[in-house]
């Protein structure tokens, strides 16, 4: 059977979860071969054995940590021309997406970014994207080369499924460009107890509905009953009501949860662009005729400040 390539997402060997997810749809096109770069394969491994790799190839240099993205490009260049795959599988976000492009540029191959889903198909993997606020739903196939494809977060389950998980050294030659960009400083960012927003399966976000920064304290009061993300609007960013790395949207971070629900947001375009992909769409708004309805499989027409309050209080109640 054929063998799928998927790079692994990871911290220090603690595997995220978007990982897990692209192993799901890696079976569904042969046995996926995990690349994994950098430190602590060993606590990786057990993960990765448990969830379809057959094997893991494994390359750990300084370079993974130091340098930006051409490192990985160099290795999963070796990984690709080594195994010759029937697909190479990367989570979707800026650097999948860098690295990603680089790799089907030097394969010769075609590109599939923002997948939402994949399927085995007759001449290749067949991709599902959506596009334009969700209006449309596109299918792809690549042509030319191994089909490359980024796969957003929550596009597919996770999934226990036992396999060899044998590692092997995957022998890596770095090339002129590797060291091209140098990590200067490291800062960690302060823990909020939440979840990462992109990867979040619920996202509970605010817009200018939420009228001041001190009243975002209901929308993350929601989010904590419910184990969420939060998200904003740009318009509630811009006006300094919470951090921009809480942005969602076109100009912001794309999120694809299973449940988003949109507080005091209009629903602009550029909003949606960021979250069109999300399975459930939950909005709150005071105007009946605001374009995120368009968009929502459930909405309350209401104001926030009353609905907010009641709907925590509920799903707390639920949660016992
Ligand atoms: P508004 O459009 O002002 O909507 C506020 C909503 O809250 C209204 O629908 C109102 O009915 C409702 N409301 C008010 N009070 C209450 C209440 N008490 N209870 C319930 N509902 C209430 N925007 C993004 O979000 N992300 C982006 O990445 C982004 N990128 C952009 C890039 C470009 C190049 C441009 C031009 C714009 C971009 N924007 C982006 C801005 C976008 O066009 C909108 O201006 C923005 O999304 C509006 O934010 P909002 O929905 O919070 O505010």
Redesign the pocket.
């Known amino acids: 059977m054929a063998e799928v390539l998927v790079l692994v997402d990871h911290v220090d060997g603690a595997v995220r979860k978007p990982t897990l997810e692209l192993l799901t749809l890696a079976r569904r096109l042969g046995e996926p071969v995990a690349v994994h770069l950098g430190r602590g394969v060993e606590e990786a491994a057990p993960v990765l054995a448990g969830h379809g790799a057959t094997r893991i190839l494994a390359a750990d240099a300084s370079e993974f940590a130091d340098y930006h993205v051409v490192p990985q490009v160099d290795a999963l260049e070796a990984a690709a021309r080594a195994v010759n795959p029937a697909a190479v599988l990367l989570p979707s976000g800026g650097e999948g997406k860098e690295i990603a492009a680089r790799l089907a540029l030097r394969l010769g191959s075609g590109i599939i970014t923002d997948a939402v889903d994949i399927e085995a198909g007759e001449q290749g993997p067949v991709a599902t994207q959506s596009a334009f606020a969700a209006a449309f739903t596109t299918r792809s196939r690549i042509t030319r080369g191994t089909p490359v494809i980024t796969v957003k977060p929550n596009s597919a389950p996770v999934e226990a499924a036992p396999a060899p998980g044998i590692v092997e050294a995957l022998g890596v030659t770095f090339g002129a460009q590797a060291r091209g960009t140098k990590v200067v400083a490291r800062i960690t960012r302060e823990a909020a107890g939440r979840p990462e927003l992109t990867e979040a399966a619920i996202v509970v976000a ?6 001041g920064a001190e009243n975002f304290a209901l929308i993350e009061t929601l989010a904590d009953s419910l184990g969420a993300a939060v998200g ?7 006006a300094g009501w919470y951090p921009h790395s809480n ?6 971070k794309s999120v694809s949860p299973q449940l988003y629900v ?10 949606r ?2 979250m069109q992909t999300s399975k459930t769409i939950v909005a ?4 009946p005729e ?3 309805f368009e968009l929502s499989d459930y909405g309350v027409v ?6 907010i309050p009641q709907l925590t209080e509920e799903i707390k109640a639920r949660r016992g």
Do not use: E, K
């Not at 904003?232 to 811009?238: H, K, P, Y």
């Not at 709150?284 to 105007?287: E, L, M, P």
């Open positions: 605010g817009g200018r509905g939420v009228s904003a609007s740009r318009a509630a960013v811009d942005q969602v949207g076109q100009t912001g949109a507080n005091g947001i209009s629903g602009a375009i550029q909003h662009a960021g709150v708004n005071t105007d605001a374009p995120i209401g104001d926030l400040f009353q609905v």
